[in-house]
Every structure is written in C-alpha cells, then in structure tokens.
C-alpha cells in the first residue's frame, strides 16, 4: 500500500509574482522539508494557462494573468522543482480530472493508502483537488497538511480548512489545533 504526497501549484506566481503572498513565501521551506520527509511517491500539479487567459471564464472571474505556459511565473519554485522526480500535472484549471483518473489508475496498479496535499492555493486549488481525488477514491483517506499550505487570505484558507473537514478531508497541522 502506497501514501501520496500531491504538491499543488508551488509556482513562482503564487509565491511572489502575479498572485503571491506573504503566506505563499513562508510556507516555501515547510514544503521543501514535507516533500524531502515523506516516504512515497509526490505528484506536483502545475496551473497552466495559455495567452488567451484573460478570454476565459477564469480570467474573466480573475483578471490577473498569471502560470501562462512558458513564462518564469509558471515555472514551480527552482528547489521545490529540484525535487520533482516525475512529470508535474498540468491542469487548466482550478481542480484537476486528469489527477483523479491518474490516482485511480494508480490505485488499481497498487492500492493508495492516503493521499496527502500541500501548496497552493487553500481556498482555490488545493479544495478543488482535494474534493476531486474524494470524488475518484472516496474509500482512500484524504488529507491535507494546513502548515504546508497558505490560501489567497489567511481568512479564507481556514475557511477552505474548515469546508474540507465537512467533507471528510482530515486537516493535518492546523493552526486551530495547538
């Protein structure tokens, strides 16, 4: 039985460029140290968005160019990025159908034991992808490690924290908890 690390989204536009935060900045080493601790494979998503961003519905619900293909904004952070050891997921959107049917792929080769995810965003991405893998593989334990993660606020990440609990995702590290 195998447990997951998903790494969502750990791009230099959600970090400090276009839609970066200082939450985004300080979890970068706590990243770094979960994907260097765990023991199992990890699976980074990439947002990618293509020049005719600002024409789709996101870009008309979020007018901020940001991960278009290609550009250094894209790119996940250099020595998060050093660790990658498969071909990111790239998802032109928010959650990811392509993640799920990986994950079920995978599943069927060798059961998942877990699934664990970190990055960003909370609130955005990270549900999104959370719900999704639920949804494909609602038997495996989904969970989500809110020390590695930062949302567009830090309201609105434990909101995000918060509606995932509702919906069976254990959150693992929680500020509420101490």
């Known amino acids: 039985m195998q447990d997951l690390l998903i790494v ?6 959600f970090i400090d460029g276009a839609l970066g935060t200082r939450e985004a900045q300080a979890i970068v080493d706590k990243v ?9 494979p990890v699976i980074f998503t990439r947002d ?6 600002m024409e789709t519905q996101e870009g ?17 952070r ?23 049917r990986m994950l079920l792929d995978m599943n069927a080769e060798e059961a998942i034991g877990s ?10 991405c990270v549900i999104s992808n959370a719900l999704i893998i639920k949804a494909f593989l609602p038997e495996v334990p989904v969970k989500v490690d809110a020390s ?9 990440h434990d909101n995000a924290l918060s509606a995932m609990a509702m919906c069976q995702v254990e959150i ?4 509420k908890e101490a």
Request: one cysteine or more; charged letters at 25%.
């Open 78 to 100: 250099p020595e998060l990025d050093a660790l990658r050891k498969t071909r990111p997921v790239d998802k032109p959107g928010f959650g990811s159908v392509e993640l799920g």
């Open 8 to 13: 969502v989204d750990m791009q230099n536009d």
């Open 148 to 156: 590695c993660c930062a949302g567009i606020s830090p309201q609105s």
């Open 32 to 40: 770094k140290e979960k994907i260097l601790d765990f023991k199992g």
């Open 60 to 76: 008309k619900n979020l007018p901020v160019p940001h991960c278009i293909k290609g550009t250094d904004g894209w790119q996940i």
């Open 115 to 124: 699934v664990t995810l970190i990055g960003l965003c909370t609130d955005v």
């Open 48 to 53: 990618t968005h293509g020049e005719n961003y």
């Open 172 to 175: 693992l590290n929680s500020q």
